[in-house]
């Protein structure tokens, strides 16, 4: 059975930085793009970041250009988000998926999704 599991998540004062991780269990992410999505409360899922599966295509959301980068290592079927310069509004649930087909920058083109990690940015 996949699986994702997010970690890494928790609080942080704004300026601060964290590293989310998206592990994968029961099925391989090769040649597949993975990306991070964000949900804040009252809020619809937001397009954080993706990456495709030789790393050579990132994509990310115009909220987090120059502050967020994404990597994966596909030898530990992991993928990372970096996330720096943190603000309030960076507050949400994150989560993890797996690209099936379409734009990556719609969560309906996404099948297999993650719990989700909290991240809350708060002085």
């Known amino acids: 059975q996949l699986q994702f599991v997010e970690s890494g998540g928790g609080l942080v004062q704004p300026g601060g930085s964290l590293r989310l991780s998206c592990a994968a269990s029961g099925i391989t992410l090769d040649y597949y793009i993975i990306g991070w999505f964000r949900q804040a409360p009252g809020k619809e899922h937001e397009f954080v970041a993706g990456i495709s599966w030789s790393s050579s295509n990132r994509y990310y959301g115009d909220s987090v250009k120059g502050r967020f980068t994404i990597s994966r290592d596909n030898a530990k079927n992991t993928v990372y988000l970096q996330m720096n310069s943190l603000q309030p509004e960076d507050t949400a649930v994150y989560y993890c998926?797996?690209?099936?087909?379409?734009?990556?920058?719609?969560?309906?083109?996404?099948?297999?999704w993650g719990q989700g990690t909290q991240v809350t940015v708060s002085s």
């Open positions: 998926a797996r690209l099936r087909g379409g734009s990556y920058y719609y969560e309906k083109s996404y099948d297999y």
